[in-house]
């Protein structure tokens, strides 16, 4: 079945650092790919989202590129800052009309230390 | 726009009871999804509803889970005789469901239940 992996469950970082979380997938059909970040105690909100090969796609500093090839949407920025502290989860999507159900990874913790 | 709504925001349920969980789409939005949320598991798809009709139920247990949408305003997700694996927090989304271009999933705050 469709499945997403997210390999880092806790990623601890000194503010200012460049962070890669890994995301890859499995799927018989195109694949749509999304990021969503969930603060504590808050509901995932939408932080990037892709279904074109090999375009990187942007959004409040971080930034992902979906690769068909090696079935990967790497979340990245170059910077972190205290408040990216928060849970990340990788998800895919096959799109029916316009919309569809979300399968997720286990997601990544960032903390982000002074 | 209050967002999506889910009440309660916590409940407590001694094993073998009821449990029912409401959400409240975002006016407008034709898609409501329900998820649920643990440790272990993450974040796993249950059910969804377009225009209040079932498209896929596919995680849902099959025992126990229903979940209905009687209205465009509401729906629910009811669990019969809870047990202590089902605690965990139970989210609801809803999206547009029509238009060309792919309608985003806004996630509510959730509903925390614990089975004691």
């Known amino acids: 079945g469709d499945s997403v992996t997210q390999t880092e469950g806790l990623v601890t970082l000194t503010k200012g650092l460049p962070v890669m979380l890994n995301c890859t997938y499995q799927?018989?059909?195109?694949?749509?790919l999304f990021w969503y970040v969930q603060h504590l105690n808050e509901a995932p909100k939408l932080l990037l989202k892709?279904?074109?090969?090999?375009k990187r796609t942007e959004h409040q500093g971080f930034y992902a590129t979906l690769h068909k090839s090696s079935s990967s949407f790497h979340l990245q920025k170059s910077s972190v800052q205290l408040s990216d502290s928060a849970l990340y989860f990788c998800?895919?999507?096959?799109?029916?009309?316009?919309?569809?159900?979300?399968?997720f990874g286990l997601g990544t913790t960032l903390q982000v230390q002074p | 726009n209050a967002g999506v709504i889910q009440t309660p925001r916590h409940k407590v349920t001694g094993k073998g009871q009821e449990a029912t969980l409401w959400c409240e789409p975002i006016?407008?939005?034709?898609?409501v999804f329900w998820y649920r949320q643990t440790i272990v598991q993450g974040l796993e798809f249950l059910t969804y509803?377009?225009?209040?009709?079932?498209?896929?139920d596919s995680g849902m247990p099959k025992e126990r889970f229903s979940a209905q949408m009687p209205n465009q305003s509401h729906s629910t997700l009811k669990i019969q005789s809870t047990q202590p694996q089902d605690s965990a927090v139970y989210l609801c989304?809803?999206?547009?469901?029509?238009?060309?271009?792919?309608?985003?999933?806004?996630f509510g705050p959730g509903t925390r239940l614990t089975v004691l």
């Open positions: 989304a809803s999206s547009l469901a029509s238009g060309g271009n792919y309608a985003e999933q806004f």
């Open positions: 799927t018989t059909y195109s694949p749509f």
């Open positions: 892709s279904s074109t090969d090999n």
């Open positions: 998800a895919l999507s096959e799109i029916t009309g316009n919309t569809g159900k979300l399968i």
């Open positions: 006016s407008g939005h034709s898609a």
């Open positions: 509803f377009r225009n209040q009709a079932p498209i896929d």
